[in-house]
């Protein structure tokens, strides 16, 4: 990768006392992050301009790290959160030897594409209702031979995987509608709400994942959702109502809830 040649002491402190003056708390790393990716110094005063005016740092560089993965990001799109690798890991735990992965409200395919580099030869599946998100995915998972669909939830998937699918991943939006003025600004301002509005409680997308998951599972295949500690007793709730065996995992480090549900195995194919 080309890049900006090296900053003059002066030119590099100019660029941090600008991005902590603004209010970003890691302005050393952010400045090494923009001066690295920048092709120009040109660029790379654009860029601080725009990271002073509010955009998260990932838009200004085009790219999110994930799971170790550089996933392109775009205007309109969910920034994926590095919280979100718990449930990366939680479901690469729960189901190592998956063939079949579906990556629901996928936003960026963030999660999809991690899952498909933990697994190795998966078939993997994304969805999204936002098309700026869908076409952000295609470029994510294209790679890894990831097909990606846009339509609202379940109705975007291919009818051939009911039955099928051994992970399902759904990092569906949990803010309650009348905690989205709570949330920071560059999520606010910059992000889709679709991504984030889960409705009254937060819980209505997730609810209706629930209900339809069993569906679309292989016997013993697992769907996870992302959620908050407040939330996740009824979320459970939820995957239990639907006959699944719910369970809920927690990292403290990283601040993150997961709920899985794992559909059962029929007797005889035990």
Known sequence: ?????????????????????????????????????????????????????????????GWAEFRGLRVTVAPGVFVPRRRTEFLVEQALARAPGAGVVVDLCCGSGAVGAALAAGLGRVELHAADIDPA????????????????HRGDLFEALPGELRGRVDILAANVPYVPSDEIVLLPLEARD????????????????????????????????CVLVETSRRQAPAALTAFARNGLAAHLAVSDELDAHVVTGVSPVPPLAR
Do not use: K, Q, Y
């Open 1 to 61: 990768m080309s890049s900006v040649p090296p900053a003059t002491p002066s030119s590099r402190d100019s660029m941090v006392v600008a991005l902590r003056s603004a209010g970003c708390v890691f302005a050393e790393d952010e400045a090494e992050l923009i001066l690295a990716t920048a092709r120009t110094p040109a660029v790379a005063a654009a860029m601080v301009e725009r990271r002073i005016a509010g955009l998260p740092l990932e838009l200004v560089v």
């Open 133 to 148: 998100a869908v076409r952000c995915a295609r470029g994510n998972v294209a790679s890894v031979g990831g097909h990606v």
């Open 190 to 221: 910059h992000e889709p709400l679709v991504a984030l509005d889960g409705g009254a409680d937060g819980l209505d997308v997730l609810r209706r994942v629930a209900a339809e998951a069993p569906r679309w599972l292989a016997p013993g295949g």
